[in-house]
């Protein structure tokens, strides 16, 4: 099993920004993704961002381009998001998600998921 605990959202302005960690506990795989994913009310869960911990290599969805940015820390097996120039429709529960093998765009390919945090932003 793989735990994962999100933090760092809350209640920011249009424009601001907020960075959100989540730190896996667990068993690992030697291939991995861990990743981002939104769901705001009434809508379908978005994906957000992702990285492929072996390679690096990262992937954003189209609303978030160029405003947020994933990292990792790869000894505190952590991911981090960070959201810069945060906007009212980016408000959400966002979710941190775990999969063996590589980043999938489908909510449905990933295991494992944290409890969420909330961000809210204010116009």
């Known amino acids: 099993q793989v735990q994962l605990v999100e933090s760092g959202g809350g209640l920011v302005q249009a424009g601001g920004s907020l960075t959100l960690s989540c730190a896996a506990s667990g068993r690992t795989f030697s291939s991995y993704a861990m990743g981002w994913f939104r769901q705001a009310p009434g809508k379908e869960r978005e994906f957000v961002s992702a990285i492929n911990w072996n390679t690096g290599k990262i992937y954003y969805g189209d609303s978030v381009k160029g405003r947020f940015t994933i990292s990792r820390d790869n000894a505190k097996k952590t991911v981090f998001l960070q959201m810069n120039s945060l906007k009212p429709e980016d408000t959400a529960v966002y979710y941190c998600?775990?999969?063996?093998?590589?980043?999938?765009?489908?909510?449905?390919?990933?295991?494992?998921w944290g409890q969420g945090t909330q961000v809210t932003v204010s116009s």
């Open positions: 998600a775990a999969r063996a093998g590589s980043v999938s765009y489908q909510n449905s390919a990933y295991n494992y």
